[in-house]
């Protein structure tokens, strides 16, 4: 009996010292977690240079400089700057008569946007003395030097200068003044045309949530937007809600049109990259999900839990993005996004196919003499199609966030487009045109480059020269102001 006393007074005994050491811990750890959250800065307002953020918050910054890593690939997606164009070349007659028709990639992680919008060719290649075809408005959502810039001298300035106006300026890639308040570090909203969508809509976004901030901050330029005016003042088309038929009735009221399409004649709606919008169809934001719940799982470090910055796929890390909530295995997980992605993306290359030949016929229809009336509702039709077909394209998560959303809208596409090729072969026999139709050949970036009429040679010896002589003067101006700590 007195053994079995002594037995359960040391397994006492034991238990007491465990449970002495864990509250120790725990009491160490909330100190420490206290004390780094209540650390200060001594950063200015707006500060821009992202690394000066590091010694204050340093898992934060190693994580988000991460983000220059391009080794992730997925079945479809990628962070390592793949030429669309070449992958499907159908897209360069689809943008025929528009920048995005020279040069389309994939896109990179954030570290890398200055880089990007810098060497593409879509921005031009301005010298001393011509200026890049695009606006600054352009560089919105590639830096925290834009609101800087912006409040420095006024939006309207800002926004209705050529682009290469501000490449001194704008040198610092997206990064932590982008999304937080320099000194408290709380999510901030740093871009107005976030600010003046909520407002038309009678919404104050000051009201938002944390949680919902956690998605705000992304939709500050992960959205569909247009350079409204001859200011081209940053909009985004919200007024009358948010799906792709409440954006085209925006465009369609206000004459709104991106440009006109060089083969076939059709006003065109470009979309940008609504991944804002189209995510809330989806069954994830219904449910409470924030981008960044998906995109920047939480870590732990000792005490500290923070949200990994390095932005990305969640398929980059399935453990921490996906089964927080799901108990299904890695694999499963990864097949049941492929399977959406298959559908999706199946329906989206018909139709970048279809809508390829119906610029041709219609162009096959001009040439041998259809009239402005009997083009008009094709024309139209046309029109609804691509916009339906570029909503999506330029959603890079579509087939994910909401893929019954995503193939409700190419449904819709193609019925618009086949409706157009059957609306031209009437109008071919009404015309009673003789010649047969013949599609060109398309079947490489290249061909179809050529086909548009497009100098591709010109346009990169051009940017060659942009980038050796005028670049070099505005990192070395940027440095010289002090607006830039390092740059490769």
């Known amino acids: 009996m007195k053994k079995k006393h002594w037995l359960i007074a040391g397994i006492l005994a034991i238990v007491t010292f465990l449970l002495g050491l864990l509250a120790s811990s725990i009491m160490n750890r909330s100190t420490e977690a206290e004390i780094i959250a209540k650390e200060g800065n001594n950063l200015a307002d707006q500060e821009c240079r992202n690394e000066l953020y ?6 934060e910054y190693d994580s988000w400089a991460a983000t220059a890593d391009t080794t992730f690939r997925s079945k479809y997606m990628s962070s390592q700057d793949d030429d669309m164009l070449e992958q499907r070349p ?19 992680g954030h570290m890398h946007a200055i880089e990007d919008v810098t060497k593409i060719l879509r921005t031009g290649a301005p010298t001393d003395s011509t200026h890049s075809p695009q606006p600054g408005t352009c560089w919105t959502c590639k830096s925290p030097d834009v609101p800087r810039l ?4 006024g939006l309207e300035a800002y926004y209705s200068a050529p682009w290469d106006k501000w490449g001194s300026e704008i040198v610092n890639p997206i990064g932590c003044a982008t ?15 976030l600010v003046e969508a909520f407002a038309r809509q009678g919404r104050d976004i000051n009201k938002a949530t944390h949680q919902e901030m956690r998605s705000l901050v992304c ?18 088309p919200w007024d009358e809600g948010k799906a792709v038929e409440d954006m085209e009735k925006y465009y369609d009221e206000s004459g709104w049109t991106d440009y006109v ?59 921490a993005s996906c089964q927080t909530c799901h108990r299904q295995s890695e694999k499963e997980l990864v097949k049941n996004v492929e399977d959406r992605q298959n559908a999706v993306f199946s329906l989206r290359n018909r ?15 001009w040439d041998n003499g259809a009239t402005e009336e009997q083009m008009k509702p094709i024309l139209a039709l046309l029109r609804k199609s691509q916009w339906r077909w570029d909503y999506i394209t330029a959603s890079h998560g579509a087939a994910f966030h909401a893929p019954v959303e995503a193939m409700r809208v190419l449904s819709d596409g193609m019925t618009f487009a ?7 072969d009437n109008l071919t026999n009404k015309l009673n045109i003789k010649a047969a139709f013949v599609m060109p050949d398309i079947s490489t970036k290249a061909k179809a480059q050529k086909e548009i009429g497009l100098d591709m040679e010109k346009e990169k010896a051009a940017k060659k020269r942009f980038l050796e002589t005028i670049v070099p003067k505005w990192i070395e101006e940027a440095k010289k102001e002090g607006r830039l700590v390092t740059q490769k």
Request: with cysteine; hydrophobic share 35%.
């Open 54 to 59: 590091a010694p204050f918050y340093p898992r």
């Open 90 to 108: 159908e897209m360069v007659i689809l943008w025929a008569g528009y920048a995005f028709s020279k040069e389309y990639n994939a896109p990179r």
């Open 150 to 153: 912006m409040k420095k001298v």
């Open 179 to 193: 999304c937080h308040n320099t000194k408290t570090m709380s999510l901030a909203i740093s871009q107005p045309a």
């Open 219 to 236: 939709a500050q330029c992960h959205v569909e937007y247009y350079f409204k005016g001859d200011k081209k003042y940053l909009t985004f």
């Open 261 to 319: 399409h060089k083969i076939s004649r059709t006003p065109i709606i470009k979309a940008q990259h609504p991944d804002f919008e189209i995510s809330q169809f989806g069954i994830h934001a219904q449910r409470g999900v924030s981008c960044a719940d998906c995109h920047m799982p939480y870590k732990t470090d000792g005490a500290v839990k923070f949200s990994d910055r390095q932005i990305s796929s969640p398929l980059r890390n399935v453990t």
């Open 351 to 365: 139709l970048e196919k279809q809508l390829a030949k119906d610029h041709f016929k219609a162009k096959f229809l």
């Open 418 to 424: 086949m409706q157009a090729e059957t609306d031209m």
